[in-house]
């Protein structure tokens, strides 16, 4: 007995330094997953200016499909750029549902950055006990904004929908439509 306890104490100390270690992030109120501290985006030191390429004046829309447990459904997802770096990214049921755009507590946050003419975004979220940063890459053609996973961390987003292949790789379709929201908000991310 006491060869397992000297094993198994170990053992558990480990694992609880080992998860408290890996969390980075909290729920908020509204149910979403924040960062504790920024520095999870490092990103935020890249971020110049915005490019003439993102309205920061728009949303960025795709009609996508998620596995569900009782099977499949259609949900819109929108992005929403900031003007200092920071990204909005909303999930709904319903087609432009302006009161969780304007709600910078609701989504996923993130950063973005511009480089040769290429978005570089990171979007955070937990999936399970451990946050995750994970990294997309993109690019705009006229008002449609192409977006690919490059991490190898699971996508938030849809397991399938408007998707094109352009050299042989899987990009998500975004529309542009233009808006108006309520007063300019800062977010803190």
């Known amino acids: 007995m006491k060869t397992i306890q000297r094993i198994l104490l170990p053992l558990l100390l480990i ?4 998860i408290s270690c890996g969390r980075k992030g909290y729920t908020n109120a509204s149910g979403m997953e924040r960062p504790v501290k920024q520095d999870v985006f490092s990103y935020a030191n890249r971020f110049t200016s915005v490019p003439k390429e993102i309205d920061t004046n728009a949303i960025y829309v795709h009609h996508c499909q998620f596995q569900t447990g009782g099977g499949t459904r259609l949900d819109y997802a929108y992005f929403r750029f900031f003007s200092g770096g920071q990204v909005l990214y909303v999930v709904s049921h319903e087609k432009l549902d302006f009161t969780n755009l304007d709600n910078l507590d609701k989504g996923m946050i993130g950063r973005y950055y511009f480089k040769n003419g290429k978005l ?5 979220y937990i999936p399970g006990h451990f946050y995750s940063v994970s990294k997309f890459r993109g690019f705009f053609r006229g008002d449609s904004l192409f977006i690919r996973n490059t991490t190898n961390t699971p996508s938030p987003w849809c397991i399938s ?3 094109e292949s352009i050299l042989e790789k ?5 529309e542009k439509q233009k808006v108006t929201f309520k007063p300019a908000q800062s977010p803190n991310w």
Do not use: H, I, T
């Open 120 to 124: 570089r975004l990171q979007l955070f």
């Open 170 to 174: 899987k990009f998500f379709k975004w």
């Open 15 to 18: 694992s609880a330094a080992f």
């Open 161 to 163: 929908g408007n998707m």
